[in-house]
């Protein structure tokens, strides 16, 4: 007697071509070894329930599940809190936590994919369509693998470089709603003792909103004030003034050859003399530096693929002094030109240090004008495929002692600033006269930082920021001592409008060998006629 097989006994799953292909036909197989590899790459474990080994696959999709309602939570963390995230994925052992959890990710949905390679049977398949199968299996475990084990690797590389370049010490609080941090550009040279800062600035970001204002001062400061608390407020407690050896940047070498005792378990004491004498000049509470050794940060901006500005005059790139007395060099060794360039890290390098045939303040405004470039450009595309490049070049050029605990905070502030205006005020012209570093009205000083500081909060304010270029600034010079006629609170990040001096006043175009050429005559007043607006910058 011939017994039938009803649906659902088990007998019958013999017929299912997916669990039990060897009876399908070979259209049928082929089907099915692609949806078995769409089925692991889009929802690991259910190639398993369906064909193969349903523990494991049970196993397999409870952990999908998982990974899927961890993702959701945090882009909702994201949405709401992002400054969580971001401290989450910086902080030393969250990060390591992570680190972890993608690599076995990574590696378990590698083996679903070996395991799903071994439940097509590709033995079934035709011979035309095996290395197809394979494949398209083999770039999908590279896509989905793949992906998280660069996720991880990035997050190393990312954590490593944290470790290298901040602090493991408490976190700061806002100080009158507001985070300070001192930046420094200066040489580390074996003919050093420690780095002598030839530019400070300070980036003020409103604690809330990310708006934020750079207050640059001049090297050639004199009699810097040093705040209430520091320890070189008793060696100097009128002030830093002991002639003209006695300028602002020098704080840093003194304290590093004669005061470390003063600084017991401070890393840097010339780092933080030189932060507790920008806070005592400005009025304000600098809470936190970041010291970039300018020989390595043209390896910074080359790991970002150079950096886009526009140049109001022609920067030269200077050859070796010749004349110590007049501070005059020799021969230029290139020059850098007007008008939209694109710079790599040695010419970014020049164009914020140069002041051959200017003075400090083109400088500054031209090294405010990189920073702002960096910023701005440095877009999460760069960041993903020139990552490790840029983080390497960092942990060789930074030093800071912001608490890598707080780095997420501060990286959310950084992201909400991004695409805001940055307000600009320099202890120097275009705000002050030439002179005013010299002899400095510190009163003035702090009330010029608190005007520029409060306007970010208030809309009136903000409406009435007027862009200014090299000529504006040049008119408010010559009005007197302090640069009344436009507001330190007015003034903006600069401003793309002005025009690039590329010609001489008769129409000549301005060349390489024109200047090499006033420069072998001894010409450097044609020269400096010539350059008076490369101090004219703006990111593009």
Same mark, same amino acid.
């Given at each position: 007697?011939?017994?039938?097989?009803?649906?659902?006994?088990?007998?019958?799953?013999?017929?299912?071509?997916?669990?039990?292909?060897?009876?399908?036909?070979?259209?049928?197989?082929?089907?099915?070894?692609?949806?078995?590899?769409?089925?692991?790459?889009?929802?690991?474990?259910?190639?398993?329930?369906?064909?193969?080994?349903?523990?494991?696959?049970?196993?397999?999709?409870?952990?999908?599940?998982?990974?899927?309602?961890?993702?959701?939570?945090?882009?909702?963390?994201?949405?709401?809190?992002?400054?969580?995230?971001?401290?989450?994925?910086?902080?030393?052992?969250?990060?390591?936590?992570?680190?972890?959890?993608?690599?076995?990710?990574?590696?378990?949905?590698?083996?679903?994919?070996?395991?799903?390679f071994r439940i097509i049977r590709p033995g079934l398949l035709a011979p035309g369509m095996r290395?197809?199968?394979?494949?398209?299996?083999?770039?999908?475990?590279?896509?989905?693998?793949?992906?998280?084990?660069?996720?991880?690797?990035?997050?190393?590389?990312?954590?490593?470089?944290?470790?290298?370049?901040?602090?493991?010490?408490?976190?700061?609080?806002?100080?009158?709603?507001?985070?300070?941090?001192?930046?420094?550009?200066?040489?580390?040279? *074996?003919?050093?003792?420690?780095?002598?800062?030839?530019?400070?600035?300070?980036?003020?970001?409103?604690?809330?909103?990310?708006?934020?204002?750079?207050?640059?001062?001049?090297?050639?400061?004199?009699?810097?004030?040093?705040?209430?608390?520091?320890?070189?407020?008793?060696? /100097?407690?009128?002030? /830093?003034? &002991?002639?003209?050896?006695?300028?602002?940047?020098?704080? !840093?070498?003194?304290?590093?050859?004669? /005061?470390?005792? #003063?600084?017991?378990?401070?890393?840097?004491?010339?780092?933080?003399?030189?932060?507790?004498?920008?806070?005592?000049?400005?009025?304000?509470?600098?809470?936190? /530096?970041?010291?970039?050794? @300018?020989?390595?940060?043209?390896?910074?901006?080359?790991? @970002?693929?150079?950096?886009?500005?526009?140049?109001?005059?022609?920067?030269?790139?200077?050859?070796?002094?010749?004349?110590?007395?007049?501070?005059?060099?020799? @021969?230029?060794?290139?020059?850098?030109?007007?008008? *939209?360039?694109?710079? !790599?890290?040695?010419?970014?390098?020049?164009?914020?240090?140069?002041?051959?045939?200017?003075?400090?303040?083109?400088?500054?405004?031209?090294?405010?004008?990189?920073?702002?470039? @960096?910023?701005?450009?440095? *877009?999460?595309?760069?960041?993903?495929?020139?990552?490790?490049?840029?983080?390497?070049?960092?942990?060789?050029?930074?030093?800071?002692?912001?608490?890598? !605990?707080?780095?997420?905070?501060?990286?959310?502030?950084?992201?909400?600033?991004?695409?805001?205006?940055?307000?600009?005020?320099?202890?120097?012209?275009?705000?002050?006269?030439?002179?005013?570093?010299?002899?400095?009205?510190?009163?003035?000083?702090?009330?010029?930082?608190?005007?520029?500081?409060?306007?970010?909060?208030?809309?009136?304010?903000?409406?009435?920021?007027?862009?200014?270029?090299?000529?504006?600034?040049?008119?408010?010079?010559?009005?007197?001592?302090?640069?009344?006629?436009?507001?330190?609170?007015?003034?903006?990040?600069?401003?793309?409008?002005?025009?690039?001096?590329?010609?001489?006043?008769?129409?000549?175009?301005?060349?390489?060998?024109?200047? !090499?050429?006033?420069?072998?005559?001894? *010409?450097?007043?044609?020269?400096?006629? #010539?350059?008076?607006?490369?101090?004219? &910058?703006?990111?593009?």
């Open positions: 007697m011939t017994m039938h097989k009803t649906p659902g006994q088990p007998g019958s799953a013999l017929t299912d071509p997916v669990r039990y292909p060897s009876g399908a036909s070979a259209p049928v197989r082929t089907k099915r070894a692609f949806v078995l590899v769409l089925l692991t790459l889009f929802v690991p474990g259910s190639a398993q329930i369906v064909a193969g080994d349903r523990k494991l696959g049970r196993i397999a999709l409870r952990v999908t599940i998982t990974v899927w309602a961890l993702a959701l939570l945090t882009l909702s963390i994201a949405l709401v809190n992002r400054s969580l995230l971001l401290s989450l994925a910086t902080h030393p052992v969250g990060s390591l936590f992570i680190i972890v959890i993608l690599v076995a990710l990574a590696l378990g949905w590698a083996f679903l994919f070996l395991n799903t290395p197809i199968i394979a494949v398209v299996l083999a770039v999908s475990t590279v896509i989905a693998s793949g992906s998280l084990g660069y996720l991880a690797y990035v997050l190393n590389v990312s954590r490593n470089a944290i470790g290298s370049i901040f602090d493991a010490g408490p976190a700061i609080d806002p100080v009158d709603g507001r985070y300070n941090f001192l930046m420094m550009g200066g040489d580390a040279g *074996d003919d050093r003792t420690g780095r002598r800062p030839d530019s400070l600035s300070v980036i003020s970001v409103d604690a809330k909103t990310g708006e934020s204002a750079i207050i640059s001062v001049p090297r050639n400061l004199q009699n810097a004030q040093f705040s209430e608390g520091s320890p070189m407020r008793k060696i /100097y407690p009128d002030g /830093y003034n &002991c002639g003209d050896e006695c300028l602002i940047n020098a704080v !840093n070498t003194e304290v590093t050859n004669n /005061y470390q005792d #003063l600084y017991p378990g401070v890393p840097d004491p010339g780092a933080q003399a030189t932060l507790e004498a920008v806070s005592g000049t400005l009025g304000i509470t600098v809470q936190a /530096y970041v010291l970039v050794d @300018m020989d390595g940060f043209a390896k910074l901006i080359d790991a @970002m693929g150079g950096i886009r500005i526009k140049a109001g005059g022609w920067v030269p790139i200077s050859g070796p002094v010749t004349d110590e007395a007049n501070g005059i060099h020799g @021969m230029p060794d290139g020059w850098i030109p007007a008008g *939209d360039q694109q710079l !790599n890290g040695f010419q970014a390098l020049w164009y914020g240090r140069s002041r051959e045939f200017v003075d400090d303040y083109a400088r500054i405004a031209r090294q405010q004008c990189v920073q702002q470039a @960096m910023l701005k450009q440095l *877009d999460p595309a760069t960041l993903l495929t020139k990552f490790e490049d840029i983080a390497n070049a960092g942990t060789k050029v930074v030093d800071s002692n912001i608490s890598s !605990n707080q780095l997420g905070s501060f990286v959310d502030l950084a992201l909400k600033s991004k695409n805001q205006p940055v307000k600009r005020l320099t202890i120097g012209p275009p705000d002050f006269d030439a002179s005013f570093s010299t002899v400095p009205d510190f009163d003035l000083i702090h009330s010029k930082v608190q005007e520029v500081l409060a306007s970010s909060n208030t809309p009136k304010a903000r409406d009435a920021v007027v862009s200014y270029d090299g000529a504006t600034a040049g008119a408010v010079m010559a009005a007197g001592p302090l640069a009344g006629s436009v507001p330190a609170s007015q003034l903006p990040s600069p401003s793309a409008d002005f025009t690039p001096v590329t010609t001489t006043p008769d129409g000549t175009p301005i060349t390489i060998e024109l200047l !090499n050429g006033l420069k072998a005559q001894g *010409d450097e007043q044609g020269i400096r006629d #010539l350059v008076a607006t490369n101090g004219q &910058c703006a990111p593009l």
